[in-house]
């Protein structure tokens, strides 16, 4: 089983729509999740950090945490073409405190 | 110059030269990162550094080799690379190495071996 698993996609969603990305792990003391955008032949941008349980908001994006069920999402709000991109689902776990695992991404296209 | 800083962008060697990649870090973080991403596949760590001090050699092959001179600069020293070690090597940076200091990431060299 893979450290973290996300569909490699495409996803396909229309400008305007919300796009929904998931990512599941193996790992259940891992404390600390982020997001990170990467574009094509661009290095990786953080957008989200959470640590806790719950929803997390910013600006158009949301991280939902839920750490019983090991999962972790990213909603995007009113998708724009400028979304378009691969988001990668970083976790970084207690027993490997400064290891940082991703999953191989998700890539999104937003059509106008 | 802010954030994090790497070069060359694009770089092309043959299997026999030695070349050196160079990163620096704007952000006064005390931990340093290499990363490789080939196509398709997740990010692997390569090389952490802590204050300068190597805490992870993640299985690396020895055609790779890191240096941390401080805390704002870390290069990867290469030769007799293969064909397969093409791929993007970023370097990442964060504040602290355990708890959840965030890394952020340069803009990447673009390795092609020939």
């Known amino acids: 089983q893979k450290e973290v698993e996300q569909n490699s996609g495409p996803l396909s969603v229309p400008e305007g729509a919300i796009a929904s990305l998931n990512c599941t792990y193996s790992d259940r003391v891992s404390q600390s999740f982020f997001w990170y955008r990467q574009y094509s032949g661009k290095s990786p941008e953080l957008i989200m950090s959470i640590y806790s349980n719950g929803d997390k908001e910013d600006g158009r994006f949301t991280a939902q945490l839920n750490k019983a069920s090991q999962y972790v999402s990213l909603l995007i709000r009113d998708s724009q073409p400028s979304d378009s991109a691969t988001y990668l689902c970083a976790l970084r776990s207690t027993l490997n405190d400064y290891k940082l695992s991703f999953g191989a991404g998700t890539t999104v296209t937003v059509r106008a | ?114």
């Not at chain 2, 770089?11 to 490789?36: D, F, I, P, R």
């Not at chain 2, 196509?39 to 690396?60: D, G, I």
């Open chain 2, 1 to 114: 110059e802010t954030g994090v800083t790497q070069t060359p962008r694009h770089l092309v060697m043959g299997m026999t030269n030695k070349k050196s990649l160079k990163c620096e870090q704007h952000l006064g973080h005390n931990a340093m990162y290499w990363y490789k991403q080939s196509a398709k596949k997740p990010l692997e760590l390569m090389f952490v550094y802590n204050f300068k001090e190597q805490t992870e050699n993640n299985s690396v092959p020895s055609r790779f080799s890191p240096e941390c001179p401080n805390s704002s600069h870390l290069f990867l020293h290469l030769h007799t690379l293969q064909p397969e070690d093409s791929a993007l090597y970023l370097c990442a940076s964060s504040e602290r190495l355990a708890g959840g200091y965030e890394q952020y990431f340069g803009p990447g060299t673009r390795l092609t071996v020939t």
